[in-house]
Every structure is written in C-alpha cells, then in structure tokens.
DNA sequence: TGCCTAAAAATTGTATACAAAAATGAGTTG
DNA sequence: CAACTCATTTTTGTATACAATTTTTAGGCA
C-alpha cells in the first residue's frame, strides 16, 4: 500500500535525509520499496498534497522549496493556531499524556545529545503533534500536523541558529503549564514559543536569492 | 488529466447534487469523462485528501458523511481563523475587490429568487472564499477553503433552517464593514456569523442515530 | 419461508505496456 | 571552442490487463 511509501519519505523529508529540491524519481522509489509506479505515483501525490512536494508536468517529482512569505504565512498559521490547541490540551491533560510528553521530551535531548541534527528536529516537532493530540481536535490536529511538517522544510532552507537546544527550554516550560492544567499560561508559552521560532528564520530576501543561486547550480 | 475530474465531482458534491454516502463507481465516473480508472482513482483520491469522499478499502469511494463531532469541530475552526481572515481582507480590500464581492452577492440573490438551493448554498460559501482571497493569506485561504467544502456537506446533513436568507444579512453586514476597512468590525461581524451558522445546525444524537438507520436502509 | 453456503459477477488494487514529453549527448557548423 | 540541431535515451502520463476482494445471487436444507 501506499501508505508505507509516504510514511517513509515523509520522515526522510522530515529529518533532512532528502533536501528540499531532491529530485524523487518514480522508478527509484518502486525499486527501493518493491512496488510499481502506480503506488509510487499516489504517495507522491498524496506528499503533494500535503505541500512537502511539489510536482511539475512531465518533469516529475521534487521535495517542495517553501518560498520565503510562504514561510512567514506558515509561522503566522502557528501563531494563531496552535495557542488556542495548547489551551485546550491543558484543559483536557491527564497523567497518561503527560508521561509521554515528558518522555518524547527525553528523546529530543538523547537526539540531540547524540548530536542527530535531523532526528531532533523531527522530534521537537512531533512535541507539537502530540500537544495536538492531547487537544484531541481533529480539525486543529490536522492544521498543527500540516503547518509542522511544512515547518520542518522551512528551517531546513531558513533555520540561521546554530543551536537547537534553545527550544528545549521552551518545552519543557510548556509540560510545566500543561501540568498545572494552567490554560492561559499554556497559551502564551506557546505563542511566544511560535514567536520565537519564526524569528529564528532569516527570511531575508538576500537569503533566497543565494538559495535559488545554489539551485541553479547544485540541481 | 484530473484536475477536470475533481473540479465537476466537487462542484456537484458542493451544490448538493451527490448527497453524502453516494457511491461514486469508479467505471461510471470514468465512463462520464471519457478516461481511464488510473484518472478517476487520482481524483478520487485527491477529494478524499479533502475530505469530501471516504475511501473504503475494497469497496470504494462515497461522498463523505461527516460526524456531529466533525460538524462542531469544522465550526470551531471557522470561528478561530474566519474573523482573523476577515480582519485581514478588511485592512487590504481594494475597489476592484469590492465589486467582486457585491457582484457575488447579487448572483446569491439570483440563486435564492430562483429557488436554486444548491447553487445558493455553494454561492454563498464561496462569498466566504473570496474574503479570504482578499486577505491573499496562502495558508489562511486553504484552511478556509477545506472548511468552506466541509461545511457544505454537514450542511446537507444537518441543516435546520427552512430558509437561506438571514445569511444574506450577515453577508451585507461583512461587506459594510469591509468597505470601512474597519478590520475589528468585519472581525466580529465575521466571528458572529459563524457562530450563527454553527447554531443553524441541528447536532443532536438523535438526529446522527436516524441518519445511519437511512443509510442502513437507503445505501 | 427463512437462513446458511457457495459459485458467479462486479468492483477495487496493482502491475505492466504503450504514448508523450523532456533531458541527454553526439555530431556539425560558425 | 562555443553554440546549435537532431537523434537517442530517459522519465512521466495514461490505458489496459490481471489479481484480490467484496457483493450478489442461486441453491439447498431445516
């Protein structure tokens, strides 16, 4: 099925293993997956639908490229969104969820700890999806799952931090909140903690030429 | 290419023509627009992405059947991110939109006088759609969009009121303030209107528990 | 009649074959 | 040597053939 495919490429694109721009070609991808074009061909378009590829006529399949506004469009999305989840999954919070968050939180410093750039960058953004869940909105949950997975691409062509670990504190101030079932409080961390993500971006027109530069270049 | 496809199945799903839980056959469908399964099975897909079909394993592809629970989530999240689009639209409408917009409202009217409910209800949603291209906001507009659609199939199933046209109100009432360019207005005006909407549904149980017995019966 | 069983028909899932378009590269010419 | 042309090759787009599953229907039995 099809599934598996996307699954696979999706944490590929997620974790950086496949840049933006990678071109992915159909025949490639059956052969490492043992399945024909057909299938190939519906996961990438099921990726594409969810904006983490981008396919052109005639000319295939590539990871998507998100533009410098779309970045700050998907950072404002955030911004508006995922305060008023964090709300709710403070209201909603039960023992249960919060261990797994505490443990998704260790992940993330083992991650880093191992100094596995890509895989704690996916982590810290499944720590967004599993706020989500908490929320237990569909509606919302599929909004934060689109707008993280875009996010990742993003900071992949944007991120100007060295460090990862500024987020940390972030989080771990965000499962205190949601202990306390403190929901104006989960609130704000959370949009001040979007807030600081997008700034983290160098979004500079500047930088975007000297992408499109390398592109043009580097194919 | 699918793009035809989808484009006459969601119109026809949008203006109530395929009412929720219709089998949408693949042959037939390929049949209609004179193209192969491989086509139909993409547009399929790409409206089950959307969320306007359900795809069963094996049995195929039908007009999505959205939950109460679905219906009041679909709700709440047009009352997060509507007013906010419309505040948006309401700071960057210019004359030439404007125009658009009144003109949309009057082919509103024609619908309604000529007693065109279906086409009525898809105007009117897409009056939503268009203030949302005004505030020209990528990522705002596809959310809108996807509840925009969403909303036309639980109003097919949960729809209470007799009539239509206390919406033209509210619709008049949005374009006042948006000609203002009074951003607080159009969103609370915006934000009300939604909620009126939400509270034109009937979402009791009872009326879930007697729509999966005509569905048992019906197909 | 009512219900269970099984063969037949219809429908979806997947692979493959063929058509169309784009990328590549050798050869030619200025 | 650079740049253009055209045949070759590769890759994507679509239709079709075959496999797997479900639905339907006919038949038998209590």
Same mark, same amino acid.
């Given at each position: 099925? +099809?599934?598996?495919?996307? %699954? ?39 990726? +594409?639908?969810?904006?983490?590829? %981008? ?79 908490? +929320? ?28 990862? %670990? ?39 027109? %500047? ?13």
């Amino acid at each position: 099925m +099809a599934a598996r495919i996307v %699954t696979g490429l999706q944490q590929a694109i997620l974790e950086h293993r496949l840049p933006p721009g990678t071109k992915l070609s159909e025949d490639e991808i059956g052969e490492v997956y043992g399945v024909s074009r057909t299938i190939v061909r519906s996961a990438l378009q099921s990726l +594409a639908h969810d904006q983490l590829v %981008t396919i052109e006529k005639h000319r295939g399949a590539f990871v998507a490229r998100p533009t410098i506004r779309e970045a700050h469009e998907v950072f404002e999305g955030r911004a508006l969104i995922e305060p008023r989840v964090a709300a709710m999954a403070a209201f909603k919070i039960d023992s249960d969820s919060l261990k797994l968050l505490n443990a998704h939180m260790e992940a993330e410093h083992a991650a880093i700890a191992a100094e596995d750039k890509g895989r704690a960058l996916a982590l810290s953004g499944e720590f967004h999806l599993e706020i989500a869940n908490i +929320a237990a909105h569909d509606v919302f949950t599929d909004f934060v799952k689109s707008l993280v997975k875009r996010s990742s691409l993003i900071i992949a062509l944007y991120w100007k931090r060295p460090d990862t %670990t500024c987020e940390s504190h972030s989080h771990h101030a965000l499962i205190d909140a949601l202990a306390q079932k403190n929901e104006s409080e989960a609130e704000e961390i959370m949009r001040s903690h979007i807030v600081d993500l997008h700034s983290g971006l160098n979004l500079t027109p %500047t930088n975007d030429a000297s992408i499109s530069v390398s592109q043009i270049l580097g194919g």
